[in-house]
């Protein structure tokens, strides 16, 4: 089955930096690629999401980029403020197929 | 993006009692809902998936018994923790999807269920 790694663990950068967090993922056929943030308490908030056809997605100061080949996919935050900090965590998933998670990176900005 | 809710958001009980949580889909209507287990510190694990009007699918190892999951309308999920004991204490998170046009829609995740087993 899927497996989804994800590094690093814990990251930490000053307000203003950028973040980069990476997952690597086993299944070639896997076609959908979330990211989740978590704040301490709260449920799972996605905040983007890529599909296997396209190679990079943005949103404002967020931003997914697949590498299909390579089979893994990063999520870069530009302009990191405090109220990013949380944990967050990659998933994969084929069709119709579950969601596999990473094990989450916890983030945390320092003004 | 669309709204998933949780009743309630943190419950208390003794041990041997069972406790129902509720997760609905305000804004759409939902083919899939998943329930996950959090523990401190670890990412979420995948206990049952459940489609409208159909019997849950468990995962290995997750008990269908203890952990009751009805599906009974495409915007109500429960999920009831039978005869609970204070090894169930954890974070209940519960997931909502549509299906349409051949392809599985976003999950969006409720805000979670504290469950506290004395």
């Known amino acids: 089955g899927e497996n989804v790694e994800q590094h690093p663990s814990t990251l930490s950068v000053q307000e203003g930096d950028s973040a980069v967090i990476k997952c690597t993922y086993s299944d070639s056929a896997s076609n959908y690629f979330p990211w989740y943030k978590q704040e301490l308490g709260k449920g799972p908030q996605l905040i983007i999401d890529i599909r296997s056809n396209v190679g990079e997605k943005k949103d404002q100061r967020i931003a997914v980029t697949l590498n299909k080949t390579a089979k893994h996919f990063s999520l870069h935050i530009t302009e990191t403020q405090p109220e990013d900090s949380a944990v967050y965590f990659c998933a994969a998933r084929k069709g119709f197929q579950k969601l596999v998670f990473g094990t989450g990176t916890r983030l945390l900005v320092s003004p | 993006g669309a709204v998933v809710s949780q009743h309630p958001s943190w419950v208390i009980c003794k041990s041997g009692t069972s406790v129902k949580i509720e997760c609905r889909s305000l804004d759409f209507q939902a083919t899939t809902m998943f329930w996950y287990r959090q523990f401190p510190k670890q990412s979420l694990m995948l206990m049952a998936t459940?489609?409208?009007?159909?019997?849950?699918?468990?995962e290995q190892g997750v008990e269908k018994d203890k952990f009751l999951i009805n599906h009974a309308s495409l915007t109500l999920s429960t999920l009831t923790v039978t005869s609970a004991h204070p090894e169930d204490s954890s974070f209940y998170i519960c997931?909502?999807?549509?299906?349409?046009?051949?392809?599985?829609?976003?999950?969006?995740f409720g805000p979670g269920t504290r469950l506290t087993v004395l």
């Open positions: 459940s489609n409208e009007g159909s019997k849950a699918t468990y």
């Open positions: 997931s909502a999807s549509r299906t349409s046009g051949g392809t599985t829609d976003t999950q969006y």
